[in-house]
């Protein structure tokens, strides 16, 4: 299956000119985000006395920021990141400022906030797209990009714990609307480093003459189309299996409090988080250092398909702590299917679709994490928590083992061009 002899290592990621700079500028913008969501729920929070309001605030915000991903990473593919990021961070950074501004108002609508909400999350720079389209032009090995990409999910992981954690220093020293107004500085300030870098230099797509080109200058193996190499197909499984993925992970956060209740004991919900995340950090250090033999495709059908039966059994947990014990082995499984899903997308699309291809995986996860929550709010009361555990554990396990179930009926992935040659000279058809 896998073999770590002369695997690339994360020292020669960083080692790669600008690679430290670009991927620096990223996470410094990157942590916005990390920041945002619990900055607004409690910015708004304190301004409107409703929860409810703030809950219906952050949904805006939500949904036109994911939703609309992947129109804004078409334009990054489309002009370059140089052209679009400083206007399109220029412009979130202000309407995120406008909107913390707005909860200082004494009897802030929460209309006019939702309005703003929704403006700024439909603005929103794509930078981790843009900075997996940018480790994709920095690291041409495929090893070492799968290093790349490891490296870089569990940085975002970190963010997304870190983030929090800031929120929580800043509203014991100032108001909450502050975290708003940091957050939007930390976007600009990181999305001009990152289009200044000289990696950004040259990517952007004008025009179908000009992605032709690109596709043609590509080493393509024989019997595979330019700038098609993985198939649409796979594309659409990667999809697939990460909206599963973020529809089963967005239920976790809700049954694990609903099981803390259940068993009184509220400690074990932010042991339980961070034990997947510390679970998910160690996997995709561990997934990146392996120089793997099974195809892309496998190790994503395969360790989503972990994940999902490791958590149907964590609802059996007799204890807080075995829960804890339970998701933390699941988190293991969690940035590497992410990692290889977007390993995919960037295998799947054309040259001058390759940021769109990422922000549609991350489109897909927040998604799926969005409406999963929704999905288990619904259930717990209504049947037993077990059974609650094993339905939200469904998707991903029926999408992980239809993708693998394919995935063995298909061409090996195109990151080995030989054995993609041998399969097309036996005629297969690559069905992605």
């Not at 990422?358 to 037993?384: C, D, E, I, K």
Request: charged share 10%; net charge positive.
């Amino acid at each position: 299956m896998s073999s770590s002899a002369a695997a690339p290592s994360y020292a020669a990621v960083l080692r790669t000119p600008y690679a430290c700079r670009t991927f620096g500028a990223a996470l410094l913008g990157r942590l916005s985000y990390g920041m945002v969501s619990l900055s607004l729920i409690l910015a708004v929070k304190e301004a409107t006395a409703s929860y409810s309001v703030a809950g219906g605030v952050m949904a805006v915000f939500g949904l036109t920021s994911v939703f609309l991903a992947p129109a804004r990473a078409g334009l990054v593919d489309r002009y370059g990141p140089r052209r679009v990021l400083p206007p399109m961070a220029a412009a979130y950074a202000v309407l995120l400022t406008v909107l913390a501004l707005a909860t200082t108002w004494s009897g802030a609508s929460g209309v006019l906030l939702g309005v703003l909400a929704g403006a700024a999350g439909a603005g929103a720079p794509p930078l981790g797209p843009v900075m997996r389209r940018l480790w994709s032009a920095l690291v041409p090995d495929r090893g070492l990009l799968q290093r790349a990409y490891s490296l870089d999910g569990v940085a975002e992981e970190l963010l997304f714990v870190t983030g929090p954690l800031l929120v929580g220093v800043l509203v014991k020293v100032a108001a909450p609307w502050v975290g708003l107004a940091v957050s939007a500085a930390l976007v600009w300030a990181g999305a001009l480093m990152l289009a200044a870098s000289p990696a950004a230099r040259g990517l952007g797509y004008r025009g179908k003459a000009a992605g032709a080109s690109a596709a043609a200058s590509e080493d393509v193996p024989p019997g595979v189309t330019p700038g098609r190499q993985a198939g649409r197909p796979g594309l659409g499984q990667a999809i697939a299996v990460t909206a599963a993925l973020g529809t089963s992970l967005g239920a976790l956060d809700l049954l694990v409090i609903a099981f803390a209740d259940e068993h009184h004991a509220s400690f074990v919900v932010p042991w339980a988080l961070a034990a997947l995340s510390a679970g998910s950090a160690v996997g995709g250090l561990v997934h990146g250092s392996v120089r793997w033999h099974a195809t892309s495709r496998f190790r994503l059908s395969s360790s989503a398909l972990a994940l999902g039966l490791v958590l149907a059994v964590a609802g059996l947990s007799p204890h807080p702590q075995v829960l804890v014990v339970w998701v933390a082995l699941g988190g293991l499984f969690v940035a590497p299917a992410i990692t290889t899903a977007y390993l995919i997308a960037d295998e799947c699309a054309g040259p001058g679709a390759r940021t769109r291809a990422g922000a549609w995986v991350n489109t897909a996860f927040n998604a799926g994490s969005t409406g999963g929550t929704a999905a288990a709010g619904l259930l717990v009361g209504r049947m037993p928590l077990a059974v609650c555990f094993a339905v939200a554990a469904a998707p991903v396990v029926l999408s992980a083992a239809t993708a693998l179930d394919l995935s063995r009926r298909s061409v090996p992935d195109v990151t080995d061009p030989l054995e993609a040659a041998r399969a097309a000279g036996r005629g297969s058809v690559a069905d992605g």
